[in-house]
């Protein structure tokens, strides 16, 4: 089985609406592996990268380049999650491993959609 969750995958987000994050960059797939056998789509937040001196907002979290395998740093936009059909999907550029930037993503997640 083809994993999903916590993986980093450049996507094609292009046709967009507005302030959607669009063209092809990467996205962090958060979505459950169990949804993810049977569903055709996959729940993701998209990346942008860490420009200097850019403030981190509670909705987003800070995602070194050491611990993605990305080749900047970047940062998962809470504020930014859709799913997405898996054919968006163009490879596996990196993934997280590491616990506790997991747990920050839950947290910027948790804070975006209310959850407390």
């Not at 083809?2 to 609406?17: C, G």
Request: charged content about 20%.
């Amino acid at each position: 089985m083809l994993q999903f969750q916590w993986v980093i995958y450049w996507a094609n987000l292009t046709p967009h609406i507005g302030s959607e994050q669009a063209g092809r960059r990467p996205v962090l797939i958060i979505s459950t592996e169990e949804a993810n056998e049977f569903l055709p789509v996959v729940t993701i937040v998209s990346l942008t990268s860490m420009k200097q001196g850019r403030k981190i907002y509670s909705t987003e979290a800070f995602l070194p380049s050491k611990d993605t395998g990305l080749s900047h740093d970047s940062i998962a936009m809470a504020h930014q999650i859709r799913s997405i059909s898996k054919d968006r999907l163009d490879g596996a550029c990196g993934h997280i491993v590491s616990e506790q930037l997991k747990s920050e993503i839950r947290k910027s997640l948790t804070t975006y959609l209310d959850l407390q």
